[in-house]
């Protein structure tokens, strides 16, 4: 069934452990201290090990850290006397599966090892699921191999071979742009610009200025011609984000480009044709808003050539185990992160969780949760209390302190407070690019440098590229 490996400097702990084990169909070796394990690792490569955390020569936490720097998919079982639990939990952060209390029962042991294998199992399943669906449709970019999901990747195959509009729904945060770029990039436009529009923050008097461009001296400030979004898009995909926000006025101005295919720019004469693709988002009940006189249906009928709708993470949480690994492997890349691994509790805390602001709520929660961990795994205190069930706890300087400390004292530790959160906020927003950070704050690169390496946020490497 497994490779097991028992690490123990006892030798009749090692014999029975391995008869034990031999007679449920494990393949067996034994050591009797952490070079010894060590320098059987590479003949055996055993899927698990079971390793004592008291071992002569080099400690049980010392062999686990370089067994996994061998290899980061053994799994790591620490055997531990009751004086030794601290160190049992430390392993835990290192990156072990689970530890037992000597003496154990074999029972609770088998389960252990039974609860590995069962993990393993749909690791392979799940990966094996995953590289058929990126075979298939090779929307690699997006995780997911759910039933809606799989359905998703079908419509987005077929969509991209041709130039439909298409028009993306779902809840805020559930991957629209994701998806709209996954189709640009397999679409015939690939060579094309691929340019996004936040209709939401374009004032109704401005949109048709955005939209379609202006020429010199067209208005007051209009100091130079400007192409607008649909020239600039010409050749390639305008992802119009949030089109249910924009006035009626817009959606007839937007509904006559997409008709005709030509634009004219405010004070031109004459207009300028375009070939643009139109990819559609919004998170709002469009038929609802055109029964309410809200949305132009004319204009709904015209982007609504093939509909995607996104589901929410609760409705697929088949996919939480893949997001969750991929984020994690995906954020120590970028942000050169020490978090290698979750524990088991975390896990389940971040599974059962209904994740209201889906995938983008994910993101920021386990960055954050990433930047703030101590350790190389990340464990339930690591996340925030919305995740634990937890009410925030009172900060000290809030209770018993408070009337200690002077009035310029409390201004400044609270602003340290409100400062690194906020920072730290602002980093997962922006996937930990730095630049990007700094300007969304307000400050310098330089500045905001300066105050990750005070509040110890690894400021000293350069933005993920």
Not at 46 to 54: A, E, Q, T
């Amino acid at each position: 069934m497994s490779r097991i490996l028992v690490v123990d400097d006892e030798k009749q702990i090692r014999r029975i452990l391995s008869v034990l084990l031999a007679e449920h169909g494990h393949d067996m070796r034994e050591a009797d201290s952490g070079e010894a394990a060590l320098a059987l690792q590479p003949e055996f490569q055993p899927n698990i090990v079971l390793l004592d955390l008291s071992l002569p020569g080099i400690n049980g936490l010392e062999t686990l850290q370089k067994l996994l720097e061998r290899d980061r998919r053994i799994d790591c079982i620490m055997m531990t006397a009751y004086g030794t639990i601290r160190s049992a939990v430390q392993a835990m952060r290192l990156g072990a599966f689970d530890y037992l209390s000597k003496p154990f029962d074999n029972d609770e042991l088998l389960l252990i090892i039974d609860r590995v294998l069962h993990m393993r199992r749909l690791d392979a399943e799940l990966e094996d699921l995953r590289s058929e669906l990126e075979a298939r449709y090779g929307f690699n970019e997006i995780v997911g191999i759910s039933l809606q999901m799989r359905e998703i990747f079908r419509i987005m195959a077929k969509v991209a071979a041709v130039d439909a509009t298409v028009l993306i729904t779902g809840e805020s945060g559930t991957g629209k742009e994701l998806v709209a770029r996954a189709i640009h990039r397999r679409s015939r436009r690939v060579q094309g610009v691929f340019l996004a529009v936040n209709c939401s923050a374009i004032p109704n008097e401005l949109a048709e200025a955005e939209f379609f461009g202006h020429e010199r001296g067209a208005f007051t400030d209009a100091h130079e011609s400007r192409a607008g979004k649909f020239e600039l898009a010409s050749g390639g995909t305008l992802f119009l984000d949030e089109v249910g926000d924009l006035s009626l006025e817009a959606q007839a101005k937007l509904l006559r480009v997409l008709q005709e295919h030509e634009v004219t720019r405010i004070g031109a004469k004459r207009p300028t044709r375009v070939d643009v693709r139109v990819i559609a988002a919004t998170n709002k009940d469009l038929e609802r808003a055109v029964r309410k006189n809200e949305f132009r249906e004319d204009l709904y009928w015209r982007i609504n050539v093939v509909t995607i709708k996104l589901p929410p993470l609760r409705d697929r949480r088949e996919d939480l185990p893949l997001l969750i690994d991929h984020l994690l492997d995906r954020f120590q890349r970028e942000l050169k992160l020490s978090v290698k691994s979750i524990s088991a509790e975390a896990r389940t805390l971040l599974l059962n969780y209904d994740w209201p602001g889906n995938i983008r709520e994910l993101e920021n929660t386990l960055c954050r949760a990433m930047i703030l961990c101590d350790g190389n795994m990340l464990m339930h205190a690591d996340l925030p209390p919305r995740i634990r069930g937890d009410l925030p706890a009172e900060s000290p300087s809030a209770s018993s302190d408070l009337d200690k400390l002077k009035l310029s004292d409390a201004v400044a530790e609270a602003t340290e407070r409100l400062e690194k959160m906020l920072i730290i906020s602002r980093l997962a927003q922006h996937k930990g690019n730095r630049t990007a950070t700094a300007e969304s704050l307000g400050i310098s690169r330089k500045t905001l440098f300066n105050k990750m390496r005070q509040y110890d946020l690894s400021g000293d490497e350069e933005d993920p590229q």
